[in-house]
């Protein structure tokens, strides 16, 4: 089955940058064409912040990340990141990269319509 690991987390002072990874393994963009990165702080929601349609390269952006995030993908290394520049403290949260199955209904930063997640990778920013 999928997997999903992600990379990247850190510490990181306001105002700075960090770039995650999410590798899949045993994957095809054919059963899972868009990949999404969410987060979830203590005490709040898990909330979505990015997804990339795989195929053709279109992203969604939660507003809170908008300008300021950018996710992308390298399809050879079956590798999906997440550039977060301009990092705010209310960014500190676990990040986790998750996979959309083919045919999955809902709004592309709906985490109920992902079925795949990775461990996640803390980001803090301070």
């Known amino acids: 089955h999928v997997q999903l690991v992600e990379s990247g987390g850190g510490s990181v002072q306001a105002g700075g940058s960090l770039t995650l990874s999410c590798v899949a393994s045993?994957?095809?963009?054919?059963?899972?064409?868009?990949m999404g990165w969410f987060r979830q702080a203590p005490g709040k929601e898990r909330e979505g912040v990015a997804s990339i349609y795989t195929g053709g390269g279109v992203a969604h952006y939660a507003d809170s990340v908008k300008g300021r995030f950018t996710i992308s993908q390298d399809n050879a290394k079956n590798t999906v990141y997440l550039q977060m520049n301009s990092l705010q403290p209310e960014d500190t949260a676990k990040y986790y990269c998750?996979?959309?199955?083919?045919?999955?209904?809902?709004?592309?930063?709906?985490?109920?319509?992902?079925?795949?997640w990775g461990q996640g990778t803390q980001v803090t920013v301070s």
């Open positions: 045993r994957y095809t963009s054919r059963n899972y064409p868009c």
């Open positions: 998750a996979a959309r199955p083919e045919g999955a209904m809902g709004w592309v930063l709906d985490s109920l319509s992902y079925n795949i």
